[in-house]
């Protein structure tokens, strides 16, 4: 897999993405602290409105940038990205309202949307060979994962010798670092997008995958992707502190066997997708999912003990490996059925498509969880994904036949 590191544009790209990543972790813990230092008891309602303004960025802003900026250098398009995010960072700081956060945090995430995105769609064209790219995408998503459990480990060191506002300067450095690896790579020339009236280029990327069977099966897979991490990200402290007693430590001991399930997967998966194809491998996650969901019901509504306790670290290593499953191999899916030109538009559409799921998910996941008791939202959110499956394997099914095929060549 650090095969793909040889390629020097990549390799710098890569680390700027590491860089950033680490940078956001210290901005998550901070932003708690800066809402608990403002509001105090009422932290969780500025950290909830600022989580909801940062999905509502995700899913307005990144389509519209992405017909805006079609035109420019994509090197320009992540540098200035990464510039704001580090301005808004560094002045979090001096924040002393509610509203300040909720201002600059809208500003930063839809620097985020921007980026990611943009930087998304620049690695194909890095790293034309299939192979490398899908190594690629599974040393990306090794990074995420790594970041989830290192940035709480960085920042709990960091505040021993600093406050919580100095945390901001660390995001700042991590969006500058970016930056500056940006602008020390060797990007590939790519061509402009074609000229084209805003509507229409606002809308190419949508346009792209309503045309595309696989890629309305990964749309339904979205979906089921949602349900699952709604559950984990929602109810994990929930369900370990409010129902199970136990402390913060096994908190973070959860999420970890979430994460550590995700890496196992993402490093085995470039050698099986050389032999199955994506949409294979991506149903069996989006099937894995929902039942994983069910044995998490189960096994929360069992009495608390050593032997729940393990086969709950168990289930969670499991939808963790499955969430890897399907999420490591989609952006091949977004490869084919773009060119140069549509290609930013379509990993746009896929970012803002994606993150609208979680509009859904995160508050149901939360407030069915505090009316109905965890088990059964668990089972709803099972049922959920269990629909949405479905979907996934029609549009699969579509994809697969010959007439789907046609179509999906004809569209990229």
């Known amino acids: 897999m650090l095969e793909v590191l040889r390629s020097p544009s990549y390799a710098k790209l890569f680390c700027a993405q590491v860089v950033a990543l680490l940078g956001t972790g210290l901005l998550t813990i901070a932003l708690g602290l800066l809402a608990f230092d403002i509001a105090g008891g009422d932290a969780g309602v500025v950290l909830g409105t600022a989580l909801t303004i940062k999905m509502l960025a995700y899913v307005g802003v990144a389509p519209v940038v992405a017909a805006l900026t079609g035109h420019l250098p994509r090197k320009h398009v992540l540098i200035a990205a990464d510039v704001l995010r580090a301005a808004v960072a560094i002045s979090l700081p001096f924040v002393t309202e509610a509203w300040q956060i909720f ?19 620049v690695i194909p064209e890095v790293l034309p060979d299939e192979g490398q790219y899908t190594r690629a995408l599974s040393l990306s998503r090794l990074a995420y994962d790594l970041e989830a459990l290192v940035s709480p480990m960085l920042a709990a060191a960091l505040l021993t010798v600093i406050t919580y506002n100095n945390l901001f300067v660390g995001t700042f450095l991590g969006f500058i670092g970016s930056a500056a690896l940006v602008i020390a790579t060797k990007f590939p020339k790519i061509a402009p997008a074609e000229p084209a009236p805003f509507f229409e280029r606002l809308t190419s990327g949508v346009r792209v995958f309503w045309r595309t069977p696989e890629l309305r099966s990964l749309l339904a897979m979205n979906l089921v992707v949602a349900t699952s991490t709604a559950m984990v990200i929602v109810n994990t402290v929930v369900l370990v502190q409010g129902l199970l007693g136990r402390p913060q430590t096994d908190v973070a001991l959860l999420l970890a066997a979430y994460g550590a399930g995700s890496m196992v997967v993402a490093l085995g998966l470039p050698k099986v997708l050389d032999r199955i194809r994506d949409l294979k491998v991506m149903l069996a996650g989006a099937i894995a999912l929902p039942v994983g969901l069910v044995a998490a019901a189960i096994f929360i509504g069992m009495p608390a003990s050593t032997g729940t306790w393990g086969a709950l670290i168990a289930t969670w290593f499991y939808l963790g490996a499955a969430t890897s499953l399907l999420l490591t191999p989609s952006a091949r899916l977004l490869r084919r059925a773009s060119d140069v030109g549509t290609r ?42 269990t629909a949405a499956a479905a979907l996934a394997w029609l549009g699969a099914r579509r994809a697969s036949s010959p007439a789907g095929s046609e179509l999906a060549q004809s569209g990229a």
């Open 103 to 121: 201002i600059l945090i809208f500003v930063l995430q839809a620097a985020s949307a921007t980026f990611t995105p943009a930087f998304q769609a």
């Open 344 to 385: 930013p538009a379509v990993f746009a559409a896929q970012f803002s498509l994606s993150h609208a799921c979680f509009i859904i998910t995160y508050p149901l996941a939360g407030t069915l969880g505090a009316l109905l008791g965890l088990p059964a939202v668990a089972l709803v959110l099972a049922a959920i994904g």
